[in-house]
């Protein structure tokens, strides 16, 4: 079976039963450093780019990005791993708050650094990782504390994600443990797995590896359709998983169960900027829908949905609530481009953190016309998200005069979410989009007419947000007084 077009009336039924689900998450957890910076130069002293350093930023990584991931979108996590007493692992649990995940159940280990890895970042580009960590095994006495740590949650919650990145932490017996207490008190468990020995991981609900992954475990080497059924299927036998999962990058994903036919899910079209934290976010959002009482099939669909989320992102960066509806949305109708001033709060917080460039216009934009097009796509042009702000009905007349506007707000709205160029409206009943740019905090104000940028009463409150102010030359005779002149023949 392949899903031709999803079934996007189910998955909006599901997100509402997703919050306040409470899921477990056990595995590897890990700091995430980004350096961002800036190359533009090579060094003298080898041929290898000079990065100059603008930012640094920590992100939980690892199981913390699952359990990151499941707050984002909001749900409840119980984070349970090993940090080291040291400077990385306060930094960790700092970067844990703030993604609102809370720490009282990771446990410290003197004898143990925390997993750092570091990432240099130029522009979108990963320029080199470095890594510190300790893959040695457990002492007996560690393992025991986190068991029992387990075992005291799992009966407290929903579902259970076993994140394994082979740093040492989810080895047989701790997996198992796991496993078998989830098997007790009938909860879903999802595993992100790691290495050959997929016995570890018998008799969990659900196995997500990707292809390569799957080819190692199996040891078939998957070239085509047939190999990648013959290796789903060796998996289904060799763990005695109820499914496995193989997520196979821009080819989608494909679910096998012993009990139906193979089902492939095809990848949505998206720009691909890192692919980094896709399967943290893939295991969390299964889990959570699978938490929610959803079949597997559907919970498939909403993770590949959250995956394209993540990786038209830069840097490890959960899937939140509203993303998840925006790309539902995505497939629906253009009106949910429109969106109220709260709601494009959170919106544009959102967009800054993943540093992309917000471009905002405002106008009456009063019956739509090839000079209105022509500007917005050239305003586009200088970011990723183009914001309009849209003038009331009621602004409208006090700008235009008392017969104005001749299309109502709403239609307006709607006109123009439907350009491919627009991603969000929002109505506005001022005068001046004073309070619209404080909220919006645009790298660029565009304005289109025949002012000057120095001029405009906007630029001083852009500029002292951090923004520019650009003005782009109408096109002569396009207005819309000319266009209603000529409808009535003056």
């Given at each position: 079976m392949r899903y031709n077009k999803l079934p996007m009336d189910n998955l909006k039924t599901i997100l509402p039963k997703m919050q306040g689900k409470k899921v477990l998450v056990f595995g590897d957890?890990?700091?995430?450093?980004?350096?961002?910076?800036?190359?533009?130069?090579?060094?003298?002293?080898?041929?290898?780019?000079?990065?100059d350093v603008q930012r640094i930023t920590h992100v939980p990584g690892g199981s913390g990005n699952v359990a990151a991931n499941i707050s984002a979108l909001g749900a409840y996590p119980y984070l349970v791993g090993i940090i080291g007493q040291d400077s990385s692992g306060a930094k960790l649990c700092k970067a844990l708050k703030q993604a609102h995940v809370p720490t009282q159940y990771l446990i410290k280990d003197n004898q143990r650094p925390t997993i750092l890895k570091s990432r240099i970042i130029a522009g979108s580009q990963h320029v080199v990782r470095v890594d510190r960590e300790d893959?040695?095994?457990?002492?007996?006495?560690?393992?025991?504390?986190?068991?029992?740590?387990?075992?005291h949650i799992i009966p407290l919650v929903d579902a259970v994600v076993i994140s394994d990145y082979g740093k040492g932490l989810v080895t047989e017996e701790t997996s198992q443990a796991v496993i078998s207490s989830c098997r007790k008190y009938n909860k879903p468990v999802a595993v992100d797995p790691k290495g050959e020995n997929y016995q570890k991981y018998r008799q969990a609900t659900i196995?997500?590896?990707?292809?390569?992954?799957?080819?190692?475990?199996?040891?078939?080497?998957?070239?085509?359709?047939?190999?990648?059924?013959?290796?789903?299927?060796t998996l289904l036998r060799q763990t005695k998983c109820k499914f496995i999962l193989i997520t196979r990058g821009k080819e989608g994903m494909s679910l096998f169960s012993s009990q139906s036919k193979e089902q492939h899910i095809p990848a949505l079209a998206r720009d691909v900027f890192d692919i980094t934290g896709a399967g943290d976010t893939v295991i969390a959002v299964l889990t959570l829908t699978l938490a929610a009482g959803a079949d597997m099939k559907d919970a498939v669909v909403l993770a590949n949905i959250a995956a394209s989320v993540v990786v038209g992102k830069v840097?490890?960066?959960?899937?939140?609530?509203?993303?998840?509806?925006?790309?539902?949305?995505?497939h629906e109708s253009i009106a949910r481009k429109i969106k109220t001033q709260k709601e494009l709060t959170n919106i544009t917080k959102n967009l800054r953190s993943a540093?992309?460039?917000?471009?905002?216009?405002?106008g009456c934009f009063d019956i739509l016309h090839l000079g209105h097009v022509r500007y917005l796509r050239e305003a586009k042009k200088y970011g990723d998200v183009l914001i309009i702000g849209l003038n009331s009905d009621n602004s409208v007349k006090l700008l235009k005069g008392k017969d104005r506007p001749y299309v109502s707000e709403l239609e307006r709205a709607e006109i123009l979410a439907s350009l491919e160029c627009v991603d969000y409206v929002v109505i506005f009943s001022e005068s001046r989009p004073d309070n619209l740019i404080k909220l919006i905090k645009p790298d660029f104000h565009i304005k289109g007419g025949d002012y000057k940028a120095a001029g405009l009463p906007e630029r001083k409150l852009v500029e002292s947000l951090g923004g520019k102010v650009l003005v782009i030359p109408p096109i002569e005779g396009r207005s819309t007084t000319n266009i209603v002149k000529r409808i009535l023949g003056k």
């Amino acid at each position: 079976m392949r899903y031709n077009k999803l079934p996007m009336d189910n998955l909006k039924t599901i997100l509402p039963k997703m919050q306040g689900k409470k899921v477990l998450v056990f595995g590897d957890v890990m700091l995430d450093e980004h350096i961002w910076s800036n190359v533009t130069r090579i060094s003298p002293e080898a041929p290898i780019p000079i990065a100059d350093v603008q930012r640094i930023t920590h992100v939980p990584g690892g199981s913390g990005n699952v359990a990151a991931n499941i707050s984002a979108l909001g749900a409840y996590p119980y984070l349970v791993g090993i940090i080291g007493q040291d400077s990385s692992g306060a930094k960790l649990c700092k970067a844990l708050k703030q993604a609102h995940v809370p720490t009282q159940y990771l446990i410290k280990d003197n004898q143990r650094p925390t997993i750092l890895k570091s990432r240099i970042i130029a522009g979108s580009q990963h320029v080199v990782r470095v890594d510190r960590e300790d893959r040695t095994d457990l002492p007996n006495t560690l393992k025991e504390q986190i068991v029992k740590a387990v075992q005291h949650i799992i009966p407290l919650v929903d579902a259970v994600v076993i994140s394994d990145y082979g740093k040492g932490l989810v080895t047989e017996e701790t997996s198992q443990a796991v496993i078998s207490s989830c098997r007790k008190y009938n909860k879903p468990v999802a595993v992100d797995p790691k290495g050959e020995n997929y016995q570890k991981y018998r008799q969990a609900t659900i196995i997500t590896p990707n292809q390569k992954e799957a080819s190692v475990a199996s040891r078939i080497n998957i070239t085509d359709r047939t190999g990648l059924r013959k290796s789903g299927h060796t998996l289904l036998r060799q763990t005695k998983c109820k499914f496995i999962l193989i997520t196979r990058g821009k080819e989608g994903m494909s679910l096998f169960s012993s009990q139906s036919k193979e089902q492939h899910i095809p990848a949505l079209a998206r720009d691909v900027f890192d692919i980094t934290g896709a399967g943290d976010t893939v295991i969390a959002v299964l889990t959570l829908t699978l938490a929610a009482g959803a079949d597997m099939k559907d919970a498939v669909v909403l993770a590949n949905i959250a995956a394209s989320v993540v990786v038209g992102k830069v840097g490890t960066t959960p899937c939140s609530k509203w993303e998840l509806e925006e790309a539902i949305a995505g497939h629906e109708s253009i009106a949910r481009k429109i969106k109220t001033q709260k709601e494009l709060t959170n919106i544009t917080k959102n967009l800054r953190s993943a540093q992309e460039k917000i471009v905002f216009t405002n106008g009456c934009f009063d019956i739509l016309h090839l000079g209105h097009v022509r500007y917005l796509r050239e305003a586009k042009k200088y970011g990723d998200v183009l914001i309009i702000g849209l003038n009331s009905d009621n602004s409208v007349k006090l700008l235009k005069g008392k017969d104005r506007p001749y299309v109502s707000e709403l239609e307006r709205a709607e006109i123009l979410a439907s350009l491919e160029c627009v991603d969000y409206v929002v109505i506005f009943s001022e005068s001046r989009p004073d309070n619209l740019i404080k909220l919006i905090k645009p790298d660029f104000h565009i304005k289109g007419g025949d002012y000057k940028a120095a001029g405009l009463p906007e630029r001083k409150l852009v500029e002292s947000l951090g923004g520019k102010v650009l003005v782009i030359p109408p096109i002569e005779g396009r207005s819309t007084t000319n266009i209603v002149k000529r409808i009535l023949g003056k």
